[in-house]
């Protein structure tokens, strides 16, 4: 998030051993110029442009103290927006946001890390047909988090930088034309573990849409090259890296029909090759998939809708590797030579019986092939959805249903879904809750049968005079698995109390499944993939909680905030217990435009895998800071 004019500016604390500092006489000349900078002021630049200057800059002391020493100096910190046009908004346009010594991923409470850097952008010709947009970020020394599914992560120190340029042309009466391209590249480390990440990644995006006769035409190319390496923590064994590229070229055309329908047809080629591991467990597969479908919807009648459907892929192995090698992570696959193809007849229905009552049918036959074997599995099923909403009852809304799935074998049992909605404000209480099942079985092999749960509920109230309460729950749970050890769950729990300026809140969640470890963290394996095929899998059971609040007293800001994360993570090679915490206090006094600051952090994370070393921090500041308009 970046920083307003008005956000809570701090210089940040360093997370390395010794903080950013600056001569004592430069300090001095920059607390001076707190003082001496104008409060607003119009300045004209040029004659065919306009500029807008705004910013803050922050002087102070800082200190810190851990495992390695202590440190302590005067620090100088800020940051700017510069922006504006040239001769007119719809030639050129541009922004420029450069920042030091502070974090922009969090500009509401104390920093962990001293980051800095800066981002640009610039739109060009945006009156005309061919407008463009050119866009920079750099960070250094940036707070991050190393993600672990469904509770909060484990904190991380990073530097990037992001390049993108886009143009379109849009001229009439010929195909518009899009273009994209984005390059990046990520050093991370997790304080705590043994060794840095690396990241980089390149993302190339061409469309275009064309109307002809009725028709309407589109073709889309795009091809995304991702390289990552990143050290062997987390229980998942010796070091990884990865070098992946997947890209795809398709084509789509649709037109109304009669009975107001609408009919579309799609082909998509795509492919990917990756190569990942070091040593005994390097590898590499490549593969490709050409999916060509076809869909037709109808309203014949007022009340009803109807629609059909087919599809054919040669390779659907090949698909679900793709996706993943896209997204950066290492194959999950033991082998790239596994293939199937698949062949699939759909059709669906709805029927409206009242303002509240609506009726649904579909229908699907698949022919599968794979690994020289074939399966027929054909699937049916329908559905009743009620809305209903009245003062009595408030709003609620639910729907169930069923299916049968039948193989050539026979019956194979049957799939159920159920969803429930509500809201309603009951005696002052303002109540929400969902309950959502569903029970299929997967259709990519047709041998085994998945459930899934959810649930939601949502209290809020007023209580006199200024003081609100809420609370929220939310989870998450794979029921039916054949396939051991290969269930997933999450929950979570908020709640908050406030009263006028005062704010406290707390938060717990917890989450365990199957997941596949990429640079940027644990990413959760879809569902249904049978486990004999997964290499470099990662269990983890994950939780998190924490808690905080702010006080608001006249010109006196008071905020003090608690988090903790647990994981236990593992593979075939290891296990690790992983923990973090972070504490952070801050008190904010205003004299006009001028903030006198004050903070103290602790920061304490381990990594418990080999190599790795439990990392500790704790840092303080005093100092104040300005906002300034220039111009």
Sequence with gaps: MRNSPHSDAKPGKAIRERSRGIPRGWAAVALMGLFLLPAAAQVPVGENGKVNL?????????????????????TLGGNASLHGYYYSPQFLTFDFQPYYNRSQANSNYQSITNSSGFI?????????????????????????????????????????QTLNISWSMLVPDLPTVHASYTMSGQDVSVPGA??????????????????LLGFRLRGTYNRITNSSDFPAF????????????????????????PLRGYWSAQVTHSGFASNFGNGASAGSSDGSNTALSTTVTMNPFSKLGVGFGAEYQ????GALQQEIVAAGGVNPLRTSETSGSATAVTGSASYTISRYIFLTGQFSHRELTFEGTSRTITQYGGGVSFNFSRRLLGALSFSIGANDIATQEGNSGAGLYANMNFSRKIHGWDVSSNLSYSQSVQTLLATYTTSMYGYGTSLRRKFGDGLYWGATVNGS????????????????????????????????????????????????????????LLSQAVLYNARSYGGGGSASMGRFVLSLNYAKALSQTGAMTGLSNNGSTLINGRLRYRVRKLYFDSGFT????????????PKMINSYYFGISRWFKVF
């Design 314 to 317: 040669t390779n659907l192995f």
């Design 602 to 613: 602790r920061f304490e994370q381990s990594i418990g895998a080999a190599g790795g070393q």
């Design 234 to 257: 987390l229980g998942s064994g010796e070091r990884a890296s990865v070098d992946g590229e997947s890209s795809s070229l398709g084509g789509m055309v649709s037109h109304a029909i």
């Design 54 to 74: 705004s910013g803050d800059i922050a002087t102070g002391y800082s200190g810190g103290f851990g495992d390695t020493g202590s440190a302590h100096d005067l």
């Design 194 to 211: 043994d060794g840095d990440s690396h990241l980089g990644s390149r993302i190339l995006s061409l469309g275009s849409d064309y109307k």
């Design 120 to 160: 640009g952008s610039a739109n060009l010709f945006g009156g005309s047909h061919f407008p463009g947009t050119v866009s920079f970020s750099k960070t250094s020394d940036s707070t991050g988090q190393f993600g672990i599914p469904g509770v909060s992560g484990l904190n991380t120190d990073g530097s990037g």
């Design 477 to 532: 749970h794979s029921g039916l698995q054949r396939v051991a050890g290969s269930t997933s769950h999450s929950e979570s729990f908020s709640t908050y109390l406030s009263y006028h300026r005062y704010t406290l809140n707390a938060l717990y969640s917890e989450s365990a499944g199957v997941s596949i470890l990429t640079a940027q963290g644990l990413v959760p394996i879809p569902t249904g993939i049978p486990s004999p």
